[in-house]
């Protein structure tokens, strides 16, 4: 298998992921009741459709950072060192994002039928503990910062089209540090649809 090969199958893995981010992001609404999170975060951890739902956000994650190396080994010798950079700190990103991802989709059912009131939205595994609460916000901001890093390497090197890495750089950390889900969600939007974009150039050159 070439390295040719290799980079398209990244690319579709890529292409697969980011459709299934948004999949996840706008089920939940449909199959979650998300309206009553705020005064009850257990219940909606609770509920049966919790793990299947973020379950598709879990595989669509780990696809994303199964793929992401193939966008820049695609353009390899046009990048410099803070092209590299951006991709070792991408990658870090979405490890972590992967790790919270499968947090919040297994831990967070298995500990609130032990004890719910640890996922209120106080809850020392939510917000009421500052290490937990670090540690979502560094994955987030990792994230974020990574992409940016990579997204302006890649506008440098001039192989990549500047619309789809102009949507990763801006998208990226809307979703990634972004609280209020308005704002997420039209990060997701930018994420997912950049990603769609510039996995689909890739496969077809």
Not at 2 to 14: D, F, G, K, L, M
Not at 22 to 33: A, C, N, T
Not at 182 to 187: A, C, D, N
Request: hydrophobic share 55%; with cysteine; net charge neutral.
């Amino acid at each position: 298998m070439n390295i040719t090969t290799i980079i398209r199958i990244e690319a579709t893995i890529s292409s697969i992921g980011g459709t299934g981010l948004l999949v996840w992001w706008f089920l939940m609404p449909i199959l979650l009741p998300i309206d009553d999170a705020a005064d009850s975060f257990q219940n909606l951890i609770l509920d049966s459709n919790w793990v299947f739902v973020n379950v598709i956000g879990l595989c669509s994650v780990l696809l994303l950072t199964l793929g992401f190396p193939g966008f820049y080994l695609k353009y390899a010798n046009s990048f410099k060192l803070p092209g590299f950079i951006g991709m070792m700190v991408t990658t870090s990103g979405l490890i972590l994002y992967t790790c919270i991802q499968y947090y919040e989709t297994i831990i967070w059912p298995a500990a609130a039928k032990i004890n719910p009131r640890l996922l209120d939205v106080q809850g020392e595994l939510v917000s009421g503990d500052t290490l937990v609460v670090s540690g979502l916000v560094i994955s987030g901001a990792i994230l974020a910062v990574g992409y940016m890093i990579f997204g302006i390497s890649a506008l440098k090197a001039k192989s990549f089209p500047k619309l789809p890495i102009w949507l990763l750089i801006i998208g990226v950390p809307l979703f990634g540090i972004g609280v209020l889900f308005p704002i997420r969600t039209v990060g997701i939007l930018l994420f997912s649809t950049g990603t769609i974009c510039l996995a689909n150039h890739i496969r077809k050159e």
